[in-house]
């Protein structure tokens, strides 16, 4: 995550030429802001859901869910009220008030989801997001991604599951550690 929104440490065509991940986000050129304004965006404008969820167990799922926006010191009443919502279309309605570590992992999955879906992030980077899920959970989970890609976000997806690579638009796959990015046509096979 340090490696985004202007830190200097990024790899790209050259490794001898670090250059921020992202160059502008919000409107604002990142590499013209101070650091501070930079920790504001990555708060406000980037989620992210890691593959062992990153979620607190001693909180609930809805805790979880609401935590980045008294973080971010956003309205409490908002707070509840997308993390009711994004729990919901995930499935988790119910669980809503139990404790993460009472969860599966498929259920800590759709949470940790959640909680990034509910802040609108510009940004969403999203590490294996079916790994843990049925068939049904994951057409509900991608169908989600899927809509926050066209509703403008940039998801950013780690992904081994093919069927989630279909609903990509641009596939770009690690060959010995460089991006090769991918027609669709190029995808078939296994995706690891």
Do not use: I, K
């Not at 404790?99 to 940790?112: F, I, K, N, P, W």
């Not at 997806?157 to 093919?162: E, G, K, L, N, S």
């Amino acid at each position: 995550m340090g490696r985004l929104l202007g830190d200097p440490e990024v790899w790209d065509d050259s490794p001898a030429r670090p250059r921020p991940a992202v160059r502008g986000l919000a409107g604002l050129a990142t590499g013209a802001v101070g650091a501070a304004a930079r920790q504001a965006l990555r708060r406000d404008r980037v989620a992210l859901v890691f593959q062992g969820y990153g979620l607190l167990s001693l909180l609930t799922a809805r805790e979880n869910v609401e935590l980045p926006f008294r973080v971010a010191r956003r309205d409490p009443v908002a707070a509840v009220a997308a993390a009711t919502r994004w729990l919901g279309l995930l499935g988790l309605g119910d669980r809503a008030d139990q404790r993460t570590d009472q969860l599966s992992g498929g259920e800590r999955q759709r949470v940790a989801l959640a909680r990034a879906l509910a802040v609108e992030p510009a940004v969403l980077l999203v590490d294996e997001p079916t790994a843990e899920l049925d068939e049904e959970n994951r057409d509900r989970a991608v169908g989600l991604l899927r809509d926050a890609a066209d509703r403008g976000a940039a998801v950013v997806v780690a992904t081994h599951d093919p069927e989630v690579v279909e609903l990509c638009d641009r596939v770009v796959r690690l060959v010995d550690g460089r991006p090769l990015e991918l027609t669709p046509g190029e995808v078939g096979g296994p995706v690891a």
